[in-house]
């Protein structure tokens, strides 16, 4: 602007202060002015047809650039280091896989299919990741949360009661094969719907809605998870003959029935079981305690079912012992198929649950590594990747899947640098799967059951997170508890839903109720604080500053307008309520005033003594005659006047102006609009101006658009900062007390500093 005159002056170490310090001094400036006199960037907008014509445009950049968004390998694998990555690769590799197979048998009971199918679902799914997924780091496969998704699906929509067997000697039995069969059909159905649906959200980049997931939701709920797959796994560790449960308080029904059967236990699957855990901890603990001098991590896990194998087929365990085994494993690749799709309309809410919940898991581990590696993931690619290795990967009769924590930090620790570790697994599940899978047919249920409990732990050390949260922030604490609580009882289907609308709500819940503080003036500066936080922090006189820390919208304005008369001190309406009847009450009592004046008592002999402000020194004076006139003074008065009622009888409003600081608005709705607009006329009945202060252009924008600016609210009412609202409201307030000023006055040449400020 060509009146504004900026002057600034930067202090250095040779000045009195080694402080930088600014002054400024320039007009106050409202946004009228300013929309006035900056000229703004004119903006083209383009028409629906030249976008679509973008979109719909190909070049051979374009299409490169399509084809390495959908397949990451091609923008890596050719500048891919041998020598300094093939070995890290390599060695990282066969560690994972050798993860992958106790793991996949193991899993492959939580989603209640047979072990081989876990198998599978360690082989395609790895496979596909390595082309279209975008995280160097991260190992996909079986996870125990998303298998006991699976499995309670399964669980309910084929439980055991729909394939009875009747035994020769009366006895009912369970068609288990076919029981199974339609089990790897149902988990083969879900799987493929839970991959369309991440296909398709992924396509749409539909990547954001991670976020509603929020992280203390993901560890209740992991934690919760894990409640229940440890009770599921009980009735393996102990050896007991339990109903599978799924649904709310399925935790409870198979604690009871487990408890029921308690003494019934097979002590040889116990001791096997004992043995197992108590081998897996120390190793786990050895891994981590020596993890710098340890060159790759022992492989607990394998060497745990080798060595099981070999005694329970030595022993003859499951002859001898009536120890439950794995059983038959078949060798070879099934032919792929499609899904059985008659079974889908049962399973759609489920497999949103699981397409949410798989890629929420797996996008926060690979945004983790990321971070740690500084390289960036795609939240949408994520998606499509994993969309397709559980869409298409369900052709091969495998079961959903997602990332491994355990598996993710032993691939990245071994020296994995690509997902060519993720291949070289991969092949080694492949090698197990073709040529010696049957040999893991003697391998004790147990055994499976210990791997998983030994897993847990790091999903049941989330309880830490409580006292941390407590210190922290008690309304993620509480999300973390309702996540938690809520899925243990409810079921992690139902329990999942219950957390993220308790989340939702306490998003509303903070909108709703937000901190409102009254702002004063920190003394020679432009910065106003929370008066009751800052002792500097000083009101100014005759001047309210209100800030709120949130938007304003439907759900809130009332509480605004409401939080806005308390801080203020001021109700307009009830001030006018008071007003006018106290003005009623001058009428009545004047009004049988006039009355005696005119129809005196015979005892009447004075009238009554009119009363005047003591600080005018005015004197009294007893009239001997009653009259409609009195001479008080020397001076006729009448009933007091209008002015003399305002003057004196009216309740007194403290306050002139009212500042809303507005910098902390995001957005306003229409609800929201009307409600400060209403305050604004509400106010201004009682004399009292409200002005608004730093609005975002986004805000203005949105005010313009919501037709918010009319003969009641200007631009001119709007400043850009809250110290420009100050000075416009002390300038007026003193231009209404003074004299009118001469036409050269105007608000736009008055100034503004930083220091020395009233």
């Known amino acids: 602007m060509d009146q504004d005159q900026d002057r600034a002056h930067v202090c250095g170490e040779d000045e009195t202060s080694s402080a930088p310090a600014y002054r400024i001094e320039r007009p106050v400036l409202s946004e009228e002015h300013i929309h006035t006199q900056l000229q703004k960037k004119e903006k083209t907008l383009k028409s629906v047809r030249q976008r679509l014509a973008e979109c719909c445009s190909c070049s051979s950049d374009r299409a490169k650039s399509i084809l390495f968004g959908l397949l990451p ?39 209640a299919v047979p072990p081989v199918y876990g198998l599978y679902s ?12 975008t995280s160097r780091h991260i190992s996909i496969g079986t996870f125990a949360v998303i298998s006991l998704m699976i499995g309670s699906v399964v ?51 539909f990547g954001f809605v991670a976020i509603y997931l929020t992280e203390p939701l993901v560890r209740g709920f992991t934690t919760a998870a894990a409640v229940h797959v440890l009770v599921s796994q009980l009735k393996y560790f102990f050896g007991v003959k339990t109903q ?17 059967h308690i003494t019934s236990t097979n002590l040889s699957t ?10 897996l901890y120390a190793v786990k603990y050895s891994n981590e305690r020596f993890k710098k001098k340890l060159p790759i991590p022992i492989p607990g896990e394998i060497i745990v079912v080798i060595v099981s194998t070999g005694v329970s087929y030595g022993m003859a365990l499951h002859d001898n012992y009536q120890v439950d085994v794995v059983g038959e494993i078949p060798t070879g690749l099934e032919a792929p198929t499609l899904p059985d799709f008659s079974v889908l309309p049962n399973l759609v809410t489920d497999a949103v649950a699981l397409a949410v919940v798989g890629f929420s898991i797996g996008i926060s581990l690979a945004k983790i590594f990321a971070l740690k590696y500084s390289y960036s993931v795609d939240g949408n690619q994520e998606l499509i990747a994993l969309g397709l290795c559980n869409s298409v ?73 409580i006292p941390a949260l407590w210190r922290t922030s008690k309304i993620e604490l509480a999300i973390w508890v309702v996540a938690f609580v809520a899925s243990v009882l409810l079921g992690l289907d139902y329990g999942l839903l219950v957390a993220v609308t308790f989340a939702i709500l306490t998003v509303i819940y903070r909108t709703q109720s937000p901190k409102s503080v009254i702002l004063g003036q920190i003394s020679g500066t432009g910065l ?32 605004y307008v409401s939080t806005l008369k308390e801080k203020t001190g001021v109700d307009p309406a009830q001030l006018l309520a008071e007003r006018k009847s106290q003005q009623k009450r001058l009428k009545k009592k004047e009004k049988k005033k006039l009355h005696r004046s005119l129809h005196p008592s015979s005892e009447e002999k004075k009238t009554a003594v009119v009363k005047l402000d003591l600080e005018l020194s005015v004197s009294h004076e007893l009239v001997d005659e009653p009259q409609t006139e009195s001479h008080i003074n020397g001076q006729i008065a009448e009933a007091e006047s209008d002015s003399e009622q305002d003057r004196f009888l009216q309740p007194f409003c403290p306050i002139h102006s009212i500042i809303l600081d507005l910098s902390a608005v995001n957005f306003m709705d229409s609800v929201g609009a ?11 009945a009682i004399d009292v101006k409200i002005v608004l202060a730093g609005c975002s252009r986004t805000l203005l924008s949105d005010l313009r658009t919501l037709q918010f600016f009319s003969s009641a609210v200007t631009l001119d009412m709007v400043f850009p900062t809250i110290h420009d609202a100050v000075l416009h409201c002390k300038h007026t307030r003193a231009l209404s007390l003074c004299p009118a000023p001469t036409p050269t006055e105007h608000t736009g040449n008055r100034t503004c500093s930083s220091e020395g400020l009233e």
């Open 73 to 111: 390998i091609l923008s890596w694998l050719p500048s891919y280091p041998l020598k300094q990555y093939l070995f890290g690769d390599l060695v990282s590799g066969l560690s994972t896989g050798v993860m992958q197979l106790p793991q996949g048998l193991a899993y492959a009971m939580l989603a």
């Open 122 to 133: 360690s082989f395609y799914p790895v496979l596909l990741y390595t082309f279209f997924g």
């Open 155 to 205: 669980v309910r929509e084929a439980p055991d009661s729909m394939f009875p067997l009747n035994g020769t000697n009366g006895t009912e039995l369970i068609d288990v094969a076919a029981r199974d069969a339609r089990r790897v059909q149902v988990a083969v159905a879900l799987t493929a719907l839970m991959g369309i649906i991440q296909l398709v959200l992924g396509i749409l980049r």
């Open 244 to 260: 599978r449960y799924s649904g709310p308080l399925s935790v409870l029904y198979s604690l009871v029935a487990v408890f029921k």
């Open 270 to 279: 116990l001791v096997v079981g004992v043995l197992c855990v108590i081998f």
């Open 393 to 465: 990967s369900s052709c091969f009769h495998t079961f959903a899947v997602t990332c491994s924590m355990s598996r993710s930090l032993v691939q990245e620790s071994t020296g994995g640098k690509t997902q060519i570790a993720g291949l070289l697994s991969s092949l080694l599940v492949l090698l197990v799967i073709l040529a010696v899978g049957f040999l893991f047919q003697p391998l004790p249920q147990t055994v499976l059951a210990a791997i998983i409990m030994v897993n847990l732990l790091g999903m049941f050390r989330q309880i830490r997170d």
């Open 528 to 559: 106003y604080y929370d008066t009751e936080e800052y002792e500097d922090a000083t009101e100014c006189s005759g001047i309210k500053i209100f800030h709120s820390n949130s938007s304003i919208y439907f759900a809130n304005s009332d509480q």
């Open 674 to 684: 009307k409600a400060i607009k209403s305050v604004i006329k509400e106010f201004a």
